[in-house]
C-alpha cells in the first residue's frame, strides 16, 4: 500500500494503469468504507483511497471542527486490509490550487432532503468530486448508498463530464443495524442504543405506509411520536422515489429518508 502526500507523486504512481477504482472518504474509516474498497477491488486492477476533511462541505464550523480524526488508525486498518494499493491524502492545496470559485449551483427540485437543511453542502461535495475526479482519473468510484442523496447528484453531476462510473454499495450496519458512520465515533452507548431504536421504528413505518391512505399525514404523524418518544430533533422524515427523489405515493421503487440529531449529533438513514 502505497501512501501519495501529493499530486505530483499521484500522478507518477498512477500514470501506468487505466483500471482504477476509487474510495474517496473523509477518513474514520469503518466497514463501511471497506465494503467499498472490496467491491473496488473485485472490479478494478488497482484500488485507490482517498482520506480528505474537505472544508468546503461543511455548512457549520462546529461540525467540521468535532469530525473525527485519526490518520494513524485509518492507515493501520487499510493496511491491514490488503486490498488497497494506493492512499491518497491531499493537502488542502492539491485540491483548491486554482483560486477560480466553483461555478456549481443545485437545480431548484434537488434542493430537497440534506440540500435544504445544509446549505452549501452538496455544491462543497460535486466540486470536491469533480476535482479528485479530474486529479485521479479512476474508471469506476465507489460510494455508499447510506448517504443516497449524495450518490444520487454525484452521479449526476460526473455523467455530465467524465466517461467514470459510480458504482453504488449497499449500505453497511453494525449488529444492532445502526448504519456505519464516521461520526458514530461521537455517539455514547446510550445514543447508540436510541439509534438502533429508531432504525427498529423506521422498518415498521416503511411495512405499515402501504396500508396509509395519506402518506404525508402518517409520516408527520410518525416524525411526532419519534421526536417526543426519544426527545429527537429531526430535519426531515420523507419517502421518496429512488430514480428521480421525488415524492412518492407508494412503497413501489421507494426509501424512507430521515435525518436526526442524536447527542447534537446529526445522522442520516434510509431504507
Ligand atoms: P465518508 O467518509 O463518510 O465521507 O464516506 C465515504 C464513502 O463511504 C461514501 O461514499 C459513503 O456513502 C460511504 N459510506 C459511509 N458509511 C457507509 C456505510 N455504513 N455503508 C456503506 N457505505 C458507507
Known amino acids: 500500500m502505497k501512501i501519495l502526500l501529493n499530486n505530483s507523486s499521484l500522478f507518477e504512481s498512477l500514470r501506468p494503469f487505466d483500471d482504477i477504482g476509487f474510495v474517496p472518504t473523509m477518513g474514520g474509516i469503518h466497514e463501511g468504507h471497506l465494503s467499498l474498497i472490496s467491491k473496488s477491488k473485485s472490479l478494478c486492477k488497482k484500488t485507490i483511497v482517498s482520506i480528505f476533511i474537505n472544508p468546503k462541505q461543511f455548512n457549520n464550523q462546529q461540525d467540521l471542527k468535532s469530525y473525527p480524526r485519526n490518520i494513524k488508525k485509518d492507515l493501520k486498518i487499510l493496511k491491514k486490509s490488503k486490498k488497497v494499493d494506493f492512499v491518497y491524502l491531499p493537502k488542502f492545496k492539491d485540491i483548491y490550487k486554482d483560486k477560480k470559485k ?11 432532503l440534506c ?10 461535495v460535486l466540486d470536491v468530486m469533480n476535482k479528485l475526479t479530474k486529479i485521479v482519473k479512476p474508471k469506476k468510484i465507489f460510494m455508499g448508498e447510506k448517504d443516497f442523496q449524495q450518490l444520487y447528484l454525484v452521479r449526476k453531476e460526473l455523467g455530465k463530464k467524465y466517461k467514470t462510473k459510480v458504482i453504488p454499495c449497499k449500505t453497511v450496519r453494525d449488529r444492532n443495524n445502526v448504519a456505519l458512520s464516521s461520526r458514530n465515533l461521537l455517539l455514547n452507548k446510550s445514543n447508540l442504543i436510541i439509534a438502533a431504536k429508531i432504525y427498529e421504528k423506521l422498518v415498521s413505518i416503511k411495512k405499515y405506509i402501504k396500508n396509509s391512505k395519506n402518506i404525508k399525514t402518517f409520516l408527520n404523524l410518525q416524525k411526532k411520536e419519534l421526536k417526543n418518544n426519544y426527545k429527537i430533533k429531526i430535519d426531515y422524515l420523507e419517502l421518496r422515489n429512488i430514480n428521480n427523489l421525488k415524492i412518492s405515493s407508494s412503497n413501489k421503487n421507494s426509501r424512507l429518508f430521515i435525518a436526526y440529531y442524536l447527542n447534537n449529533v446529526r445522522l442520516i438513514d434510509n431504507l
Open 102 to 112: 466553483s461555478k456549481i449551483t443545485l437545480q431548484k427540485k434537488d434542493n430537497i
Open 115 to 124: 440540500a435544504k437543511f445544509r446549505k452549501g453542502h452538496f455544491e462543497g
